[in-house]
C-alpha cells in the first residue's frame, strides 16, 4: 500500500515541479466543484456542509473561540481511525486520510498534501477554500490572516502529537493570538448523537500458535530495559493502540481493518493498568491477564476514560514516565511534570515490536505463502474475464476481498481495496465504490493494491497489469518501477543503516530518465497488525534498519490522467552472505516475502541488466518452490499452470549489458552514499 507522505521537502518540491498542470478553464469537469460560477457547480460527490458549520460556530461563539482547529487523527494518533472519530471527513466531507480543517466565523479552510487534491474537489462544498500546502506554517499564516490580534486559536489537546502542539505554538509565538486547549471536543459536540457508537466488539487473545512470545515475556523485557535505562524510569505509558495490542497479545475491531481496540497501558516495575472496556473482554483474554493476581504480573483493568486522572495522579510521587512522542497526545503530555519525563520518537514497546523474533518470522512467511494463492487466483480470473468485458473496479475489489476471505486464518482485508483502471491508477489511494466504477479493459493499465489480515501475518501487495498492448511509455516506465524494486530488494547495506540512505535506489532507475515518484518507498507491517507499522521504513522519521524487521518496498510512477504503475512487496531485513566482514556485525540486505510474478507483458527485458535478470530468476524460482506446493495442496491445477507460466526463467543474452555511463552512475551513487553514512546512521 503507498506509504503515507511523510517524505522529505525536497522531493515534495520536485515532485510538485514533475506533475504542475496549467488551470483547467471553468466548467472544464464534471466531477470537481466549480465556485466561481452563480450558482456554485457542485459534483454528486460533494456534502453539504452549510449547517454544520453553522453549529460549529455557534459552539465556538459561546466558548469565545474566534478560530477551531480540526485535524484527521484520534486520541491515540492512529493513522487509520474508527467512524467514530472521523471528525475532519463530518464536518468538511473530505474522506482523505491526511487532512487539518480550520473554521472562524466567516471562513472555513482544509489542508491536505497533493495525494488527495483531486478528491478535496470531488468531495468538499463552497464553504471551504482547499490549501495546497500541508506544513503547520502554512496553517498558521491564514490563522493569523484570519483572527485578529488578541484571539483564541482552540484545539483539543487530546488530538494533537505533542510535536504538532509545540509547532502550532512556535508558529503563533509573539504574535498576540492564544494558543487554546479545550478538553471539550466541539466538533463531538455538535454532531450530537448522530455520531456513531464507540465500538463495542469482543477483545480477545491470540491462539498461543500465533504469537511470538507470551505477554508475560515481553512484559518482563520491557521492564527489564527500564531497569537498565540510566535513567531507571519507573513506568512505561502506551498511547499507541498497536503497542497495547502486541504486548498483551490481544486483538479486537475497533478500526476497520486494523485488529486493534481503543486502550492506554502504564506498565511500571511492579504494575500493570490497563485502561480498556473491561466487559469487553472475552472470558478467556480477562482470565489470562489476571492469572497473575495478585503480583507484579496482575494486569488491573480500569475503564478506558479514567487513563488521564489515573496518570495525573501517579505522577504525583516519586516517578519517572517513560514515553513515546510519536503516538502520545499533548493532553496526555501535558499532565506529566518535564522532571518526570522520558521522551523518546517511539517507546520501547514499539521498537520491540518493530524486529519479529524467528517465529514471528515464520508466520509472516506463511502468511505470505496463502496470500499468494489468493493473489494469483484473482490474475488469473482478470485474464480470463477481463477479455469478455465483464468486470468493473468494484467488482474486481470485492473478488479480490472474497478469495483472500476463503484462505485459511483468513480474518478480512487488511485495508480497502485499491482497484484502478486507466487514469485512475494515477490517483493515489483510489477506491473504486458501486456506482462510480471504471471498466476494466485490455487496453488500459490496472493496478491492484491489496492486503489481507490473517492470525498468522499481515500482507499488503501490489501489482500493475496490461492484457493487450502497452504504450513504448507504459512499457518502459513500468520496466524502471521494476529495477527500482530489485535494486533496493538485492541491495546489501553496512548495519546500522537508516532507510532514507539507500531509498535512492529504487529511484535511480527512473530519475536516469527524467521519471520519479511523490510517495514513499516502504513502510513497515505488523503480524496480525497495522498494514503501515511504524517506525520501519524508508522516510527520515524512520528508525535504522534491524535483521528481523519487515518493510515494503514500493517504487512506482503516475503519469496524470492515463495510468499508474506501483510494484509493491513485503521484505524482510536479513544478514548477508558476504565474502568479507568489515566489524563485528554482518551486513544486511532483503529476503522478498511477497511471492506474485510481475507481469511479463510489460517487462522490457533489454533494459534490465544481467545482475538483474539473473535476481528476477532466482526470485521467481523461490515462488515456484513455496507457492508451487500450496496450490497444489489446494487442488488448484489451473492456478498452478499459470504460475508455471508466469515464472518462466527470463534469457539473460537480452538483458543490456552495463554501460560505462551506468557503470559510472552507480559508483557515483555508491561515492554520494560513502560520504553520507556516516551522519546519516544513527
Keep these: ?57 455557534g459552539a465556538m461563539q459561546a466558548l469565545g473561540a474566534q478560530a477551531y482547529v480540526v485535524p484527521a487523527t484520534d486520541a491515540h494518533m492512529s493513522e487509520y481511525i474508527s467512524a467514530r472519530d472521523a471528525r475532519l471527513g463530518w464536518l468538511t466531507g473530505f474522506t482523505g486520510s491526511a487532512g ?12 491536505t498534501d497533493s495525494r488527495y487534491w483531486t478528491q478535496a474537489e ?69 454532531w450530537g448523537d448522530q455520531r456513531p457508537p ?71 516495575n511492579t504494575s500493570i493498568s490497563l485502561f480498556v472496556g473491561e466487559q469487553r473482554l472475552a472470558p478467556a483474554a480477562r482470565s489470562s491477564l489476571r492469572a497473575g493476581c495478585p503480583g507484579p504480573l496482575c494486569v488491573e483493568l480500569r475503564e478506558y476514560g479514567q487513563a488521564p486522572e489515573h496518570l495525573r495522579q501517579y505522577v504525583q510521587g516519586n516517578v519517572t514516565v517513560w514515553l513515546g512522542t510519536e503516538y502520545t497526545t499533548y493532553g496526555l503530555y501535558s499532565l506529566i511534570p518535564q522532571e518526570k519525563l522520558l521522551e523518546d520518537s517511539y517507546s520501547p514497546v514499539m521498537l520491540a515490536k518493530a524486529v519479529k523474533n524467528s517465529r514471528e518470522q515464520d508466520l509472516l512467511r506463511a502468511a505470505h505463502v496463502r496470500d499468494a494463492v489468493a493473489v494469483i487466483q484473482y490474475l488469473l480470473w482478470l485474464e480470463k474475464t477481463v477479455p469478455q468485458g465483464e468486470v468493473d473496479e468494484f ?7 472474497a478469495l483472500r476471505q476463503a484462505q485459511e486464518h483468513s480474518r478480512g482485508p487488511s485495508f480497502q481495496s485499491i482497484s484502478a483502471s486507466g487514469l485512475n491508477a494515477a490517483l493515489a489511494h483510489y477506491s473504486p465504490s458501486n456506482g462510480s466504477s471504471r471498466q476494466l479493459s485490455v487496453d488500459e493499465m490496472y493496478l491492484a493494491d491489496t492486503g489481507g489480515q490473517y492470525l498468522d ?108 504503475i506501483r510494484i509493491e512487496d513485503i521484505a524482510l531485513v536479513v544478514e548477508a552472505q558476504t565474502e568479507h566482514q568489515s566489524g563485528e556485525n554482518p551486513f544486511l540486505t532483503f529476503e522478498v516475502v511477497s511471492l506474485v510474478p510481475y507481469d511479463r507483458n510489460l517487462i522490457d527485458i533489454s533494459l534490465l541488466s544481467p545482475e538483474q535478470v539473473r535476481y528476477l530468476n532466482t526470485y521467481y524460482e523461490s515462488i515456484r518452490a513455496r507457492v508451487g506446493p500450496e496450490l497444489q495442496r489446494q487442488q488448484l491445477q489451473e492456478e498452478y499452470d499459470w504460475l508455471q507460466r508466469s515464472t518462466e526463467p527470463f534469457p539473460l543474452g537480452r538483458a543490456a549489458a552495463t554501460t ?12 554520494l552514499l560513502s560520504a553520507l553514512l556516516p551522519g546519516l546512521q544513527a
Excluded at 30 to 53: E, G, K, N, Q, W
Excluded at 660 to 671: D, N, Q, R, S, Y
Design 660 to 671: 560505462g555511463t551506468g557503470t559510472t552512475g552507480v559508483l557515483a551513487l555508491a561515492t
Design 198 to 268: 464507540a465500538g463495542s466488539g469482543e477483545i480477545y487473545s491470540l491462539p498461543e500458535e500465533f504469537t511470538g512470545s507470551s505477554w508475560q515475556e515481553k512484559v518482563a523485557r520491557i521492564r527489564q530495559e527500564m531497569e537498565q535505562h540510566v535513567r531507571h524510569p519507573t513506568a512505561v505509558l502506551l498511547s499507541g493502540l498497536e503497542e497495547t495490542a502486541w504486548l498483551f497479545n490481544l486483538r479486537g475491531d475497533d478500526i476497520p481493518y486494523n485488529p486493534v481496540f481503543y486502550s492506554y497501558t502504564l506498565l511500571t
Design 395 to 401: 467488482l474486481g475489489a470485492q473478488r479480490m476481498d
Design 1 to 57: 500500500m503507498r506509504p503515507p507522505l511523510w517524505i522529505p521537502a525536497w522531493l515534495l518540491l520536485l515532485h510538485g515541479c514533475a506533475t504542475a498542470r496549467l488551470p483547467q478553464a471553468a466548467n472544464a469537469r464534471t466531477d470537481i466543484r466549480d465556485c466561481s460560477t452563480d450558482p456554485p457547480y457542485l459534483p454528486p460527490t460533494a456534502t453539504d456542509t452549510t449547517a454544520r458549520v453553522l453549529a460549529l460556530r
Design 457 to 564: 501475518g499481515t500482507t499488503d501487495i501490489t501489482r500493475t497489469v496490461h492484457w493487450g498492448t502497452p504504450t513504448p511509455l507504459q512499457k518502459e516506465a513500468y520496466t524502471r518501477v521494476l529495477m527500482g524494486n530489485i535494486d533496493l530488494s538485492r541491495l546489501i547495506f553496512p548495519p546500522n543503516t537508516a532507510g532514507r540512505v539507500i531509498e535512492s535506489f529504487a529511484r535511480r532507475p527512473l530519475w536516469n530518465v527524467g521519471l520519479n515518484y511523490g510517495h514513499g518507498t516502504g513502510h513497515g507491517i505488523g503480524n496480525f497488525l497495522s498494514v503501515h507499522e511504524w517506525p520501519v521504513g524508508f522516510q527520515s522519521n524512520n528508525v535504522p534498519l534491524t535483521a528481523g524487521m519487515f518493510t515494503s518496498i514500493e517504487p512506482g510512477y503516475y503519469q496524470d490522467g492515463e495510468f499508474g
Design 122 to 190: 470531488r468531495q468538499l462544498d463552497c464553504n471551504w477554500e482547499l490549501q495546497r500546502m500541508t506544513w503547520i506554517e502554512s496553517i498558521a499564516m491564514w490563522i493569523l490572516e484570519a483572527v485578529p490580534v488578541g484571539g483564541n486559536i482552540s484545539l483539543d489537546p487530546f488530538l494533537f502529537s505533542i510535536d504538532t502542539w509545540n509547532s502550532y505554538r512556535q508558529a503563533l509565538q509573539g504574535s498576540g493570538r492564544i494558543l487554546l486547549p479545550i478538553e471539550t471536543n466541539l466538533v463531538d459536540q455538535v
Design 100 to 111: 487539518t480543517a480550520v473554521v472562524t466565523q466567516d471562513k472555513a479552510a482544509l489542508w
